[in-house]
């Protein structure tokens, strides 16, 4: 007797569900049931629309009923919201949302992919027809209908997300005014605080303007209030904060919740109900480097996830490794990525943790279109265990974390990343990739072969009168330094060593840290014992300070800032 299997939830999900399900068994009977209109559509490409990018929105929607019945045989049924799941008699009640029609619907199996809502805090003024959520096309339809049509110019876009982000930078091609507000200290929490700076300085050197460590109170008609009682004009608002996973009817069947408020599932993706699965932004999953519970509101995870619940339903066994949170998102000149844990969340695991921050070129540094591309990658101690990586810069920053994705899905070291053999071509990276450079001086910091000073450390060096030695030429010197720095250049130092202190401390620096790196080794062989090579150095230190500096109007600690 052929299997009966129901979704719940017609997006990355439950569409995947449905397809595997089919590839395993031609004769079962499967039937998705999605609240909106479309099924199949791509949730991440959504905010490309607003710019023109993705100039149909009807392009957006990758599959039909018409096509599922048509390619799969399988049953796909829109506009339908599954109101109760009966887990006692193995039944789902549906309101068809076209004629408020509800009947039921009985399962063997019941696949829940219900995704996760915005979160929508109760605020005055929240409810007023110029505020936007964006989750699924009609969304980004209405959106988009809105700022064209009612001429709307400024916009504020709350949370500082990937979602608020995308539709920010959108908008900003599109011509608008945008105001990101942020209630966090920055944007994107996966990065951490020294690396995304980086990209703080782009967006506002791209006209975006950012409000961070203030949340919205209430919406006006053109403007939207603080916290801190300032306004900012917006004539409409889009609310980006995050989202909740979509749990009601789980919670309503009797299924068990887990710790993070997601449904509980187990390594095979079954619910406290042995007929039900669930899959997607609504459950928790395991993290694979802290051993805790976590929520992953990502595309990859939900397939992935979608093809092991399938397959037990066949008796297929499954490897659950867990997840680790790899992402990447572009910024106008900039693509982000980043994968693992950042300082945050090694230091609320209690993981003993260091890192390291390097600067190498993307590609081969004579190349027309080479740049700098900003790498930091975090380690385990004493183990060397690779536990993350953040990397932002206008080359291949996604290349270079997914090898660091599959280092730590692997278990890896930085003696494995050391020793890994990867493509080379002058036009595709370095003979000694980002990656390698990375673990070479994860090692030498590991080992206690280098001291290192962080970036986020120099200010209170320079304010306290260190003695920093720039090891830059003097024409690099003379176009910016920190205020206090003595200038004695790699070619120059060794008949300059009289000039060198013994009896204190030596910060050292050049542009991107290799000719700093290279004068420590030296000085250590010649017997100083007190050296420090400053992580990122004048590049890095440049683009840490430059955002901060400009929103507090502070002092900077240098005559000019190096970007390049």
Not at 320 to 326: A, D, E, H, K, P
Not at 434 to 460: I, T
Not at 516 to 530: K, P
Request: aromatic share 6%; glycine share 8%; with cysteine.
């Amino acid at each position: 007797m052929s299997k009966r299997i129901l979704i719940v939830g017609g997006v990355a999900g439950g569409a995947s569900v449905a397809a595997r399900v089919r590839r395993l068994d031609e004769q079962a009977e499967i039937i998705m049931f999605e609240r909106g209109p479309h099924v199949s559509f791509s949730n991440c490409a959504l905010p490309y629309h607003l710019s023109g990018a993705i100039e149909n929105s009807e392009t957006l929607v990758l599959m039909n009923p018409i096509k599922f019945e048509k390619q799969y045989k399988i049953e796909a049924r829109t506009s339908s919201e599954v109101v109760a799941v009966n887990p006692e008699d193995k039944t789902i009640t549906i309101k068809d949302l076209q004629n408020d029609n509800i009947y039921q619907e009985s399962y063997d199996k019941l696949v829940l992919s219900p995704g996760a809502n915005p979160i929508v805090p109760p605020l005055k003024g929240v409810d007023k027809n110029h505020v936007f959520t964006v989750r699924n096309v009609l969304d980004i339809e209405k959106l988009n209908r809105h700022v064209q049509q009612e001429h709307i110019e400024e916009i504020a876009v709350i949370g500082g997300g990937f979602i608020g982000l995308e539709v920010a930078e959108n908008l900003v091609h599109a011509g608008k005014k945008v105001t990101i507000v942020e209630a966090q200290s920055q944007v994107m929490a996966p990065f951490d605080h020294d690396m995304i700076q980086i990209l703080h300085k782009e967006m506002i050197g791209q006209g975006m303007d950012i409000v961070l460590n203030d949340g919205i109170e209430a919406v006006e008609e053109n403007a939207i209030v603080l916290q801190s009682e300032k306004k900012v004009s917006a004539q409409a608002v889009v609310m980006a904060i995050g989202v909740r996973p979509e749990t009601t009817l789980a919670q309503e069947a009797g299924l068990e919740i887990g710790e993070t408020g997601g449904i509980k599932v187990d390594h095979n993706y079954l619910t406290s109900n042995k007929n039900i699965y669930a899959v997607g932004d609504a459950i928790e999953v395991h993290h694979k480097i802290t051993g805790q519970k976590t929520r992953l509101a990502l595309a990859g995870p939900a397939q992935r996830q979608a093809r092991a619940a399938a397959d037990h339903m066949y008796n297929i066994p499954h490897r659950n490794t867990g997840v680790i949170g790899s992402s990447a998102i572009k910024m106008f000149n900039l693509n982000a990525a980043v994968t693992g844990i950042n300082e945050k969340t090694a230091k609320a695991a209690n993981i003993h943790y260091d890192f390291v921050y390097v600067i190498p070129p993307d590609i081969v540094g004579i190349m027309p279109d080479s740049n700098p591309l900003h790498f930091k990658l975090l380690f385990e101690v004493p183990t060397g265990r690779i536990l993350g990586a953040q990397a932002i810069g206008k080359g291949n920053a996604d290349k270079r974390i997914d090898v660091i994705a599959t280092m730590i899905t692997m278990n890896g070291t930085l003696d494995d990343l050391k020793e890994l053999e990867l493509c080379y071509s002058p036009v595709f990276g370095t003979a000694k990739d980002v990656v390698n450079v990375a673990a070479l001086v994860g090692l030498n910091v590991l080992n206690g072969y280098v001291r290192q000073v962080k970036v986020s450390e120099v200010r209170d060096l320079v304010e306290q009168n260190a003695f920093i030695l720039d090891g830059r030429e003097k024409s690099e010197y003379d176009k910016g330094h920190f205020h206090n720095a003595i200038n004695i250049p790699l070619s120059q130092f060794r008949q300059r060593l009289a000039e060198i202190p013994t009896d204190r401390p030596i910060y050292l620096h050049c542009r991107s840290a290799q000719r700093s790196y290279n004068m420590v080794a030296a000085l250590q062989n010649l017997g100083y014992e007190n050296v420090y090579n400053i992580s990122g150095s004048f590049l890095g230190v440049s683009l840490y300070e430059y955002f901060t500096d400009q929103m507090e109007h502070r002092q900077p600690i240098l005559t000019n800032y190096n970007f390049h």
